[in-house]
């Protein structure tokens, strides 16, 4: 049987095939916009196009509804799953980069892959704080406000600060310029995030 390129279009249709709730389907939006807003940051390196970061967003947690009760198949269900489309080798590899602490598959190596790595919990951590806000909006959230929630230790506790903050090492970003950046991306991208 031929197999389908996975394309962006392929991509939205497998999550939303797989994935149902709304809210989780908005974060792997989240990922994607903000990943293509880093493609262009970046000097280019490697095979993947703008669209093929994006890709890697929209399905980094595509069987994150499936998986939930058993974190050790995250990652492994999708890699299952994409058997049956034509899928560049390298972006293979930043999926088999994500959940690794737990499956061991590969650790995050390239730009794209820790790009993923520290924005998956920095979207979600902003989502949290928009959340926290007067009018529940991304508008109304600065850089200063991230950051100072940031330090809260007890607010979203769950967030993983050095997850985010290895975007120093391993990117070459400061902190409060990562911030500014995955912001801005969410905040153009506000109607289809819901925030
Ligand atoms: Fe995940
Ligand atoms: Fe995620």
Redesign the pocket.
Known sequence: MDKSRLDKNTALDLLHKKMKNENLRR??YA?GKVLADFYDFFPASGNLTKDHWEIAGIL??AD?EITKDNPERHTIELLEWLESYEVEPELLDVFRSHNSKITKLRFPETRLEWTLECC?ELT?FIVAVALVMPEKKLEQVTVDSVLKKFKQKEFAKQVDREQISQCEQKLGINLNDFVSMTLNSMKKNSGMLGL
Do not use: F, P
């Open positions: 974060h792997c990922v980094h947690d994150w998956d979600g």
